[in-house]
C-alpha cells in the first residue's frame, strides 16, 4: 500500500488553478498524481466559507492549525487510579515490564512501553528516568581480576549437575561491590533458584574482613534457607576462602578468571545494587542499616523469571507446596 502524504503549498496552489479552469475532480487528481477521494477531500476540509472558494494560503493555513491541535491521548493520564499505580512501584524501584505485568492482575490494560514513554515525557509527577530506571545513563564497568593468590581447591566445571540446573535452593553466587577507592565495598551472596540476594559491608578488602562479611551477609538472610554451595571469582579478596567454607559449611567454587558470565545472575544484582550505591560510593559512611533496607527492597521486588513472583514470595511459595 502506497504510504499518503499530506499535500503541498505547491499541489494546493495547482488544485486552486485547476479548479478555476472548471476541472473535474478526476481530471485534478490524474494531475497531481492522487486518488479523487484525496482531491475530494482535501476541497472539503480547506475550502474557504467567507469567500466561498478554494485558495491554497487558507488551505495551508488551516492544515497546520490541525497538526498542531492534533495531540497524542495518553491512557495513564486519562486514568487516576492507574497513574497512581504506576507512581507507586516506580518509587518501589520496580521495571516498567514487571509493572505492566501487575496492572494487568489490577484489569488495566497497559504495554511497558506506554511507561517507559510516560516517563521520558515526564507525564508522571516526581517520577524521571534518571531516578527510577535502573539502566538510564549506566556504563559497565570494567573489572581487572588478579589471580595470582587463590589456588581453587575445586573450579566451576567441578560443580554438581544440579547445580547448573538450578532445580534446588542454597547454591549461591558471590562477588564484591566497590564504591570510591580505599572506601570499603559490599559482599553480595545470591541464591540461584529463587535470586535471593544476600549481603554485608566490608570496610577494606582485607582477607579477614570479606571473610567476617560472609558470615554477617548470612546472619541478615531474610528467609532461612540453606547454604550448600558458593560460586566466586578469581579475585584475591576471597583468598581466605577455605575458613568462609568453614565457617558456613559450604563448598566453594571459583569461576574462570575473566568470564564473569559464569556468575552471570550475580553480576546482574549487583548491577541493581549499583542503581542505589553507584561508583565511587563511600561505604565506610553507608550503615548496615542503610544496606539491608535496600537488600530487602530487591528481595520484594517482583521478577520476570520467577513468574512475576518476587524472590521472598517465591521461596515462601516453594516452602509451602
Not at 67 to 76: E, M, V
Not at 115 to 143: D, E, F, M, S, W
Request: proline share 4%; aromatic share 10%; with cysteine.
Amino acid at each position: 500500500m502506497k504510504p499518503y502524504n499530506h499535500f503541498t503549498l505547491e499541489e494546493r496552489e495547482s488544485l486552486s488553478e485547476s479548479l478555476k479552469e472548471g476541472k473535474s475532480i478526476r481530471q485534478i487528481a490524474r494531475e497531481l498524481g492522487r486518488s479523487p477521494s484525496s482531491v475530494s477531500r482535501e476541497i472539503k476540509r480547506n475550502h474557504s466559507k467567507k469567500r466561498n472558494r478554494y485558495n491554497p494560503w487558507h488551505a495551508t493555513i488551516e492544515y497546520i492549525c490541525r497538526r498542531k491541535k492534533c495531540k497524542r491521548h495518553y491512557k495513564i493520564i486519562a486514568n487516576q487510579e492507574l497513574m497512581n499505580f504506576i507512581i507507586e512501584c516506580l518509587n518501589k524501584f520496580w521495571s516498567p515490564e514487571v509493572i505492566a505485568y501487575k496492572c494487568k492482575e489490577k484489569g488495566f490494560e497497559v504495554s511497558f512501553a506506554t511507561i517507559y514513554r510516560a516517563i521520558k515525557l515526564k507525564l508522571l509527577p516526581k517520577i524521571t528516568a534518571k531516578k527510577h530506571l535502573r539502566r538510564k545513563g549506566k556504563q559497565k564497568v570494567n573489572r581487572k581480576l588478579n589471580t595470582n593468590t587463590i589456588k581453587p581447591t575445586h573450579t566451576i566445571h567441578d560443580r554438581p549437575e544440579i547445580v547448573e540446573t538450578k532445580s534446588r535452593l542454597g547454591d549461591f553466587e558471590g562477588d564484591t561491590v566497590y564504591g570510591a577507592v580505599g572506601k570499603g565495598c559490599i559482599v553480595t551472596l545470591v541464591d540461584r533458584k529463587s535470586k535471593l540476594l544476600v549481603a554485608a559491608l566490608a570496610h577494606s578488602r582485607e582477607r579477614s574482613t570479606i571473610r567476617k562479611a560472609f558470615s554477617t551477609a548470612f546472619k541478615y538472610m531474610q528467609i532461612d534457607i540453606p547454604i550448600k554451595t558458593i560460586t566466586l571469582d578469581m579475585g584475591s579478596e576471597f583468598a581466605d576462602f577455605k575458613r568462609i567454607e568453614e565457617d558456613l559449611d559450604a563448598t566453594i567454587y571459583f569461576a574462570d578468571p575473566h568470564s564473569p558470565w559464569q556468575r552471570g545472575l550475580n553480576e546482574n544484582t549487583n548491577d541493581i545494587l549499583r542503581f542505589f550505591f553507584p561508583k565511587g560510593t563511600n561505604f565506610h559512611e553507608v550503615t548496615e542499616e542503610e544496606l539491608q533496607a535496600v537488600v530487602s527492597l530487591i528481595n520484594n521486588r517482583p521478577r520476570k523469571c520467577l513468574g512475576y513472583l518476587s524472590p521472598l514470595e517465591f521461596i515462601s511459595a516453594k516452602c509451602c507446596t
